[in-house]
């Protein structure tokens, strides 16, 4: 019964998910958190633009709250828009540029060079894009970006990476496109950080000479 229910509440996010990606798309979807908390559901939404997800006199949001609530079951939503503060570190987002740069007739490469260019610019520490699909004639096949360093395993891949999906619709079929990003604010754990202040500091004796604060006493 738990593995169910488990598997239930991780379908009704995801479904959860897909509504609100789809309803705030225009606006630059970033991601999505959601938290239960003992006063209800709270759901932050980071978007590029803000403005177009509240609506006017928060119309749009209202109408989300309502839908999250009537549709999806969700209790008592409590929804907060953030802003994305460099949509060029935000994996989502910019998948979802490459998407439309290739739907507006872009070629692969140029729409995938353009936006590795655009995270360097703004001092990611690795970046991997991958676009697939039928990219350059009938047969399908797949194309990667990669600047920096990137982590494809283990711990540092599942919490230091910051993953986005975005598909384009073309004449030739569906092409997929996956960024992956590595977090600025991420310590891996082969980064070696002294605390300075944890180190022993020097104090002056009685006859002024200088000696390391722990000494051993005769």
Wanted: overall charge positive.
């Amino acid at each position: 019964m738990k593995e169910r229910k488990f598997v239930n509440e991780s379908v009704k996010k995801l479904l959860i998910t897909e509504y609100i990606r789809k309803e705030t798309d225009s606006a630059g979807f970033g991601g999505m958190e959601m938290k239960r908390t003992p006063f209800g559901t709270n759901i932050i939404l980071h978007v590029n633009k803000p403005g177009l997800v509240i609506g006017r006199k928060g119309s749009k949001i209202q109408e989300i709250t309502s839908h999250l609530e009537g549709v999806f079951g969700v209790e008592a939503p409590q929804i907060e828009v953030k802003e994305v503060e460099n949509s060029d570190l935000n994996s989502q987002i910019v998948a979802k540029k490459i998407a439309l740069s290739l739907e507006k007739g872009w070629a692969y490469r140029k729409a995938g060079t353009n936006a590795l260019r655009r995270t360097q610019e703004s001092k990611v520490r690795g970046v991997i894009i991958r676009i697939a699909g039928k990219i350059s004639g009938e047969r399908a096949r797949s194309h990667k970006f990669i600047y920096g360093g990137i982590k494809y395993s283990g711990q540092p891949s599942i919490d230091g990476m910051d993953r986005g999906f975005a598909v384009a619709k073309l004449k030739l079929g569906i092409i997929g496109i996956s960024v992956g990003i590595l977090r600025n604010d991420y310590r891996l754990p082969d980064e070696i950080r002294i605390d300075e202040n944890a180190l022993p500091k020097e104090v002056v004796t009685a006859d002024g000479a200088q000696g390391k604060g722990d000494t051993e006493t005769q």
